[in-house]
């Protein structure tokens, strides 16, 4: 396949019968227009965004009352208000199916299996609900929940969402610290953790870990019944109970939902926290339905009765993203545990046997897919799959290649960025256009996105700061513990005045897509000239003796030099040729001002637990800083690896 012509076009049938094409052809009916493709839908939807917003709420039939106004103070960010007199409820909209047919399928590895119909789903919502009240829990009361990502999992949130609680979740991979981190900082008022949960294929018991977050919390804990004994853990715990222990005293019946103002806190959301204590990020039920609503059915095309999958945990924004998909009438497809356990081939052979329509996961998972040598597309039957997405980190463009000679041939391959602050995408795909390699196919319906240069001038060919230059319905609602709001502002507003300006190291293509260079405050300056790390990573990690890369500037000599980490594939050495071989791929591939100062191999190179690497943790530590919050990395042993390194000190 060749660079100057697409991956993927999508034919006119498919573009007949897409949803959004549908949406167009209503709003061209409905306001008069003559839109006729994906940029002028685009370009009507940042320019009229109070037409845009009630026709998304009125195409994907939002349950509620809208209210007259749709957008008040549009032109200030920080005080614009979306639907200010709306009512709605977001487990009301996410509970739209009845009967026996299929709401959620559950895989724990190759260790459990489970169906759940939209009757089961509804039972224990409304048991959990009366259970919930029965506790004196209502609006504003947080819940938080260590969970993997399971259906018990998604019923208490909905449970916990149809009284106008708040929930905030975290995968129970977290240790005691980070959790506490987490949920120690919302008051919450009921937690809610499993027994225990597979990885890789072995047990993880986590009963005492539960048992000391309940006594640091303070409140009420609920056990739910995974891969442990819930009793015993119960036991151990003071003020606990198991599930069905917990909801035994009440018979399923209609579930009652509360209205609520469409900006109604309904998730608190953490930062990353590899700098310090997370960020607690506030979303509004209506921004949040509004915005998923949007994405996964004009953006993702879904529709009733398709299978929606997602490799996240319960600690990952992109959970709170695929439970939405409920809302469209969709099947969830869950998994939890490693995407290589028993195998590689374990998520390939869920979406041959569930008919996926829709596969996401992260770039990391492609890249290691593609370097594990399997070839999906020779050994799975993956006819229904018509979408994958791609996001925690840029896709290179070899992973793009991947996809289409390793997966799919006709797979629509959608990359998309966003983040926790939105609790969705700025940038992702759309059915009507055309793939290219390597490149995000464009921005989000109804978000003003551009690329600013330092002077806060719009830039076309050049990298700058991905911006938002108008308000949007899933700007957070606020963060937690902040009453002025002046975290709020210093973490968006502070670079330029009224425009949000997101942190990624951001390019316009020629073909009208965004190529994400890494984040701006990992980005390099060696000589004063920014350098994105994706795009050295772009390069060497497409190298079979490379399984991981991680790159930092590091201060030197009234300057800063590029170091490059590498974790090498198993019986690799670093030798003086391959650092040769390196060099040469970042310099032929990138340019000369890419290729690093120093090249050096270690044995782990330290992530969060949603699996992005931490290139500030390892800045920290290069420098001889302290890294405050390692309870927020998957592997915080690994940080000891970068401390005092010869090669980096005096004289190196």
């Known amino acids: 396949m060749q660079d100057n012509r697409p991956l993927w076009v999508p034919s006119a049938e498919a573009v007949a019968r897409s949803p959004i094409h549908a949406f167009m052809a209503r709003c061209n009916a409905d306001f008069g227009l003559s839109l006729s493709g994906f940029e002028d839908l685009h370009a009507w939807s940042v320019a009229e965004r109070e037409n845009f917003w009630s026709a998304v709420w009125d195409f994907c039939g939002v349950k509620g009352e809208r209210g007259a106004e749709v957008l008040i103070n549009g032109d200030r960010m920080l005080e614009a208000r979306f639907f200010p007199n709306a009512t709605l409820n977001f487990a009301e909209n996410l509970l739209s199916g009845r009967g026996e047919g299929d709401a959620i399928v559950f895989r724990g590895e190759d260790k459990a299996e489970d169906r759940w119909s939209w009757d089961r789903l509804r039972a224990l919502v409304s048991k959990l609900q009366q259970a919930f009240k029965a506790q004196g829990i209502g609006e504003g009361d947080r819940i938080a929940a260590m969970m993997p990502n399971m259906p018990e999992t998604v019923a208490a949130m909905l449970a916990a969402a149809s009284i106008g609680a708040i929930w905030s979740s975290c995968s129970p991979d977290f240790g005691e610290q980070g959790v506490l981190d987490r949920f120690g900082q919302i008051g919450t008022k009921l937690f809610i953790a499993c027994d225990a949960y597979w990885y890789s294929g072995k047990l993880q018991d986590v009963g005492p870990k539960v048992a000391a977050v309940a006594k640091s919390l303070g409140v009420p804990t609920i056990v739910v019944h995974y891969a442990g004994d819930a009793e015993a ?176 041939a006709d797979v629509q391959l959608a990359s998309i960025s966003g983040g926790t602050d939105i609790v969705s995408c700025f940038v992702l795909g759309n059915p009507l256009q055309p793939v290219w390699r390597g490149e995000i196919q464009g921005a989000g ?43 709020y502002r210093a973490a968006y507003f ?51 003796e490379v399984a991981e890369a991680l790159c930092i500037g590091q201060e030197w000599d009234d300057d800063v030099r590029v170091i490059l980490f590498v974790r090498l594939a198993p019986g690799v050495t670093l030798t003086e040729d391959l650092v040769k071989a390196i060099k040469t791929r970042i310099r032929t591939g990138a340019s000369p001002r890419h290729v690093p100062a120093k090249i050096i191999a270690v044995a782990d190179i330290p992530r969060t637990k949603s699996g992005k690497i931490v290139e500030l943790a390892v800045r920290e530590v290069v420098h001889n800083r302290p890294v405050k919050n390692q309870e927020a990395l998957a592997n915080p042993e690994a940080l000891r690896l970068f401390a005092g390194l010869a090669e980096l000190g005096p004289g190196s």
């Open 494 to 544: 502070d670079r330029f005045d009224n425009v949000w300006c997101h942190g990624d190291f951001a390019e316009w293509t020629e073909h009208g897509g965004l190529v994400i260079h890494g984040r701006s405050d990992a980005t390099l300056n060696p000589g004063g000239v920014r350098i994105g790390t994706a795009e050295i990573y772009n390069q060497v990690e497409q190298m079979e």
């Open 233 to 408: 853990v119960a036991r151990a715990t003071p003020g606990a109970s198991t599930l069905e222990t917990f909801v035994a005293p009440y018979q399923a019946r209609e579930v009652e939902f509360t209205p609520l103002a469409f900006a109604h806190p309904l998730y608190i959301l953490f930062s990353s926290g590899t700098t310090g204590v997370p960020k607690c990020i506030v979303h509004s039920a209506g921004g949040t339905l509004l915005q998923h609503l949007k994405e996964q059915r004009l953006h993702c095309g879904l529709k009733a009765g398709e299978k929606l999958f997602y490799f996240t945990t319960c600690g990952w924004m992109m959970w709170n993203w695929l439970v939405s998909g409920l809302a469209s009438g969709a099947t969830l497809c869950l998994f939890d545990g490693s995407p290589f356990a028993p195998d590689g081939n374990v998520l390939f052979d869920y979406a041959a046997a569930e008919n996926f329509a829709i596969f996401g996961t992260s770039a990391k998972y492609i890249d290691a897919v593609r370097k594990s040598g399997l070839t999906p597309r020779n050994s799975h039957d993956l006819s229904s799959l018509r979408l994958m997405t791609s996001t925690g980190s840029p896709l290179s463009p070899e992973g793009f290649t991947f996809v289409y000679e390793g997966i799919k």
């Open 445 to 487: 319906l109804g978000l003003a996105v551009d690329v600013w240069n330092d002077d806060g001038k719009p830039v076309r060919g050049e990298k700058g700061e991905l911006v938002c230059t108008k308000a949007f319905p899933s700007m957070p609602v606020m963060f937690w513990n902040d009453p002025d709001g002046a975290k």
